[in-house]
């Protein structure tokens, strides 16, 4: 059979319109704005279709249907259709994305239904490969291969997408890492250089606060003009002050407070 008329039974013909119909009736509800896991279903002929998701949950709904992984049931019988074919479980080696829907008997793509741009053309994708799904057994091999596509097919362009989600889950991982890192270090500097100080006040027996200690203020007392002297000489001190919340740059009364007294005591 020429590869122009699989394409238009994909689907499963008449039949398949007529689902297609009804699918997209059933999943016009609106944009889903929170997340819910429910939402995350397994059988591909029963979800929700990925753009139906809003914009700031959809990576989240992504990322738990990725830690899912595609459904792909090989322990199922699978049954045979009227031209005696049958879903074969050795396509899900053949191909990683292919998943088999047990409600629909049909198959669909996990990369497409994921991150497959719904502008791209409809051919063995969007719709065939994520909302109907496919039964065509017959022509199996050339329906998938056709779908795959070449290098830049809207297939592979889903799959690009499906890789480099895991690389900026993981960028995203790394940074949030270094950023705890590098703000625990900036924390015992900062501890660091407020004992110190402190610890120096306390030895030369001189007062440590002023009366006022306002940015504006000339005489802020020893300890805070002591910091900004210490600040002005030491850039890693100066660097762990910068874009510090108030509370944590140890120059709160209360904090000051429990400074001293670990001296006195």
Not at 73 to 86: A, E, I, L, V
Not at 166 to 172: G, P, R, T
Request: with cysteine; hydrophobic share 30%; aromatic share 12%.
């Amino acid at each position: 059979m020429p590869v122009e008329d699989v394409e238009g039974q994909a689907g499963g013909g008449v039949n398949s319109s007529r689902e297609q119909t009804q699918d997209k009736d059933a999943s016009d509800q609106g944009i889903i704005t929170e997340f819910n896991p429910e939402h995350v279903i397994s059988d591909p002929g029963l979800r929700i279709p990925i753009d139906q998701f809003g914009p700031n949950i959809r990576d989240e709904v992504r990322r738990a249907f990725k830690q899912k992984g595609p459904t792909q049931p090989s322990c199922h019988n699978f049954p045979k259709g009227q031209d005696k074919r049958s879903f074969q479980k050795d396509w899900f080696k053949q191909y990683n994305w292919l998943e088999y829907s047990l409600e629909k008997g049909r198959a669909y793509c996990f990369y497409c239904y994921l991150f497959r741009n719904g502008k791209d053309d409809d051919k063995f994708g969007y719709e065939a490969f994520t909302r109907i799904g496919f039964k065509q057994w017959k022509n199996s091999y050339l329906i998938l291969r056709k779908h795959e596509g070449g290098p830049d097919s809207a297939h592979n362009r889903a799959r690009i997408a499906y890789v480099d989600f895991d690389k900026e889950e993981a960028n995203i991982k790394k940074k949030v890492v270094q950023h705890e890192e590098d703000e625990k270090v900036k924390y015992e500097t900062r501890l660091d250089t407020a004992v110190s100080i402190v610890s120096y006040i306390a030895l030369q027996g001189e007062p440590f606060r002023g009366h006022d200690e306002s940015e504006t203020s000339l005489n802020k007392g020893n300890f805070l003009e002591f910091l900004d002297w210490y600040k002005l000489r030491n850039e890693e001190v100066r660097q762990a002050y910068i874009g510090c919340p108030k509370n944590a740059k140890m120059t709160s009364r209360i904090t000051f407070n429990i400074l001293t007294l670990m001296f006195h005591y």
